[in-house]
């Protein structure tokens, strides 16, 4: 690229409506207005008859996919509530274009990340995402802690192994390593099996 060349800034326009007979051209003509304006050049994703809960979005999931790819450096908006289904969607989503180096512009709420006041909405997501993270770590910490006062044993259930089987298969001269691989346990623990037979053995 020269100089003088500015880079084209293709722009990722999301929609949704919430039944088939509604008209998402409301929201798209206010936003191809304001993509023309600023010269962007776009690509539109529209869901059609779903609710800002319902998780299955085609053309939500089609676009984030596109973000992944770094097809797109913006994302443009009519409205918070047409893209988020939850304050937890708003934090994921946002955290994605942060790492992603992605804009994001929302025409009703006046967010535009290129701004100063819209880079300072990335940080407090940023950090709101961080706060939720290590909430949720210390409740698995105070879980584990809690259940391990309680006397529940914590990790995998250990497997019981029959002793005649592995000492059968021993015999049959089969080694350590088979015998581990077949009873999914550590090869030590056919070792220690193994050891503890002999002794009963010598013990009688």
Known sequence: M????????RAAVY?????????????????????????????EFVDHGVSGSETRRPQLAAMTEALFRHEFQVVLVWRFDRLF??????????????????????????VDTNT???RLSFHIFAAIAEFERELI??????????AKARGVRLGRPEKRLDLSRVM???????SL????????????KIFAVCHLADRRKVNR
């Open 85 to 110: 289904r939850s304050v937890k969607h708003m934090v994921e989503f946002f955290e994605l274009c942060r790492a992603s180096k992605i804009d994001f512009v929302s025409l009703t709420e006046q």
């Open 15 to 43: 929609g949704r409506v919430s039944t088939l007979d509604q008209n998402p051209d409301l929201q798209f003509r206010e936003l191809r207005a304001y993509a023309k304006k600023r010269g962007w050049e776009t690509r």
């Open 177 to 188: 390593a088979e015998i581990a691989r077949e009873y999914g346990v550590s090869k030590s």
């Open 168 to 174: 059968a298969d021993r015999r049959a001269g089969r």
């Open 116 to 118: 100063p006041i819209g």
């Open 137 to 146: 770590r210390e409740r698995v910490l105070a879980g584990l802690a809690a």
């Open 2 to 9: 020269s100089m003088g060349e500015t880079r084209t800034v």
